[in-house]
């Protein structure tokens, strides 16, 4: 079975949260909270670091204008807001606190992650090393696929949205900037939300349906810039990139490599394809084995065979080989390519709120 779709009904408003938990106050921010510096910058909002009065607590204060390009946008905020309580009881996914509201702004209280973005490993002069980037990925893809499992895509996956706990040592990941963030549906297809250049699937430039499959596309720009420090379809230009990207065009070299062993090669292999329907799961992704070396003793294979590694989910991903000419062999094989089951996902659910 194919990566699951969107429900588009009516446009880029198709698959909008109306339904919040979350008490609005009219409590000016300021009364409350101690303002203490900004923490980011995006194109309707700006974020903040502060301290509950009350509590002496540390958050992020998203305030997110209600007016954009001459059109009001409040249900947009109201849909992320309905977004992170889906996800609340979610540990790689942002918290949010509480939200205020004033005659121009919604604004967030958010669990902070004071580690700042992901983002600052990949252009940093010192990487991550590599166990530390299978750690992060692997609990990424435990949020995505807690999204995909709540019937929720996010497509707007990049290092700049995956945050981290602590900086030294980096602490746990926590995903924020649902703005993009869409329900899943059966009726009909979603083909008109576009990302930042560098991080968009071939298939949204090509405006054919987005899935779960598209969260995916970005999971593997993330871990190439994890492990190479470079953003992999960025190019002069929007043009160029956009070229890079529905071209598929990877560097792959081994320069690019050399610090990573030959699984992670793989695994993004495995992600950057442009066909949506041959990517994994996020559940798949999880039983790589890149994502696992470190944390298990493997046996030592053959150097002649190529052995399977099955783990709990059942899931089977085929070991790429000891020897150079067999790994060649085993990137371009049919087997390494396609050999993802679909048959464990869950079938698309029709929109009743939509
Ligand atoms: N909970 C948080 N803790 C710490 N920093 C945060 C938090 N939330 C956001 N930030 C910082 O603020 C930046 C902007 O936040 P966010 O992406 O949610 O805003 P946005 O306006 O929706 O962005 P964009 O225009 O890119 O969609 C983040 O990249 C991050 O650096």
């Known amino acids: 079975m194919s990566p699951r779709r969107l429900d588009n009904r009516s446009g880029l408003s198709a698959g909008l949260l109306a339904e919040i938990q979350t008490p609005i106050s009219t409590e000016p921010v300021d009364s409350l909270y101690e303002l203490t510096g900004e923490l980011g910058r995006g194109k309707f909002a700006t974020v903040k670091r502060c301290v509950e009065k009350a509590t002496g607590k540390v958050f992020a204060a998203k305030f997110l204008r209600k007016r954009r390009r001459g059109r009001d946008c409040r249900a947009e905020i109201i849909h992320e807001m309905a977004v992170l309580e889906i996800a609340r009881n979610n540990a790689r996914v942002v918290n949010l606190h509480a939200a205020y509201e004033t005659d121009h702004e919604i604004v967030l209280m958010l669990e902070y992650a004071a580690g700042g973005e992901i983002f600052d490993h990949c252009v ?21 696929n807690y999204l995909h499992q709540s019937n929720l895509v996010h497509l707007d996956l990049k290092p700049q949205n995956i945050l981290l706990t602590s900086l030294s040592p980096p602490g746990d990941i926590k995903i924020v900037d649902f703005g993009l963030a869409r329900r899943l549906g059966a009726v009909g297809e979603l083909r008109e939300i576009l990302g930042t250049p560098e991080y968009v699937a071939p298939e949204i430039l090509n405006y054919e349906p987005i899935t779960t499959a598209t969260d995916l596309w970005s999971v593997g720009v993330i871990a190439y810039m994890l ?32 610090r990573v062993s030959e699984l992670a090669v793989d695994f993004i292999r495995k992600l950057l394809v442009k066909a ?36 709990s989910c059942g899931f089977k991903w085929p070991v790429p080989p000891k020897h150079t000419e ?14 993802f089951r679909f048959d464990e996902e869950t079938p698309a659910t029709g929109d009743s709120d939509l």
Request: aromatic content about 8%; hydrophobic content about 30%; charged content about 25%.
């Open 124 to 144: 940093s002069e010192e990487l991550l090393p590599e166990a530390q980037i299978t750690r992060l990925i692997k609990q990424t893809l435990e949020g995505v």
């Open 227 to 258: 492990v190479t420090g470079e953003s992999p379809f960025a190019g002069d230009d929007k043009q160029e990139t956009y070229l890079n990207v529905s071209q598929v065009s990877v560097d792959y070299s081994k320069e690019a490599f050399s």
């Open 276 to 311: 949506p329907e041959d990517r994994p799961s996020a559940a798949e992704c999880m039983s790589h084995p890149w994502l696992w070396q470190h944390q298990f003793c493997l046996s030592p294979e053959p150097a002649t065979t190529h052995p399977i590694r099955e783990r």
């Open 326 to 339: 067999d790994k060649e062999n085993f990137l371009n094989s049919p087997i390494s390519v396609k050999r």
